[in-house]
């Protein structure tokens, strides 16, 4: 559409297009991020729906794994990020000079468990794998994901999966809570001079 009438003879309607694209473009731009966020974050989609639209945009299937991946290490660096913002400091003592007070923040010596099966199955229930830790992320996207006919409030399965999904659950609420519709500032000024 775009394209058909940016050719448009009427110059009024050539100008008027090439303005719309330039807002278009830069609402894409600076929202599509956030859109995939949104719907990685959707248990009902997650990154099965989103590899789908990839492949559908670039054709190809190598092109789509490569464009997901991506995405999904930029949601992993938002992830590592959000949880460095929002961890709550560690207590400290507040005059660590005498040697009493940084003894007291010193955990006791523990005897070393031999027991290696016991830890191993421990690391294994915590999310270690052959290969390395398991990030919440990488749980939540291997769980199944739920059925997309099904009505749904997704914050409210975020909130009551808290517990599951910790810091995701956390970091899932704040995306979906970001209102995805802007007003030009030009708009406004125009709404302002109106009245």
Not at 129 to 156: F, H, N, V
Not at 158 to 182: C, F, M, V
Request: with cysteine.
């Amino acid at each position: 559409l775009f394209k058909a009438q940016s050719e448009s003879r009427d110059e009024v309607i050539r100008d008027m297009v090439q303005q719309m694209r330039a807002k278009f473009d830069k609402y894409w731009s600076e929202y599509t991020l956030l859109f995939v966020f949104v719907t990685i974050l959707d248990p009902q989609y997650k990154k099965v729906f989103l590899k789908f639209c990839y492949k559908k945009l670039y054709g190809d299937e190598e092109r789509a794994t490569f464009k997901l991946s991506q995405v999904i290490a930029k949601l992993e660096i938002l992830l590592h990020e959000y949880t460095k913002c929002t961890s709550s400091p560690t207590r400290v003592a507040s005059t660590p000079s005498s040697s009493t007070s940084i003894r007291s923040l010193e955990t006791p010596p523990r005897k070393r468990n031999f027991n290696y099966l016991d830890e191993f199955d421990q690391c294994e229930a915590d999310g270690f794998s052959d290969t390395g830790w398991k990030t919440m992320l990488d749980k939540y996207l291997e769980d199944p994901k739920l059925e997309r006919k099904r009505e749904l409030d997704i914050l409210a399965f975020w909130e009551e999966n808290a517990g599951k999904y910790q810091e995701l659950s956390h970091l899932a609420r704040d995306i979906l809570s970001i209102p995805l519709t802007t007003v030009a500032s030009e708009s406004i000024l125009v709404l302002v001079v109106g009245f």
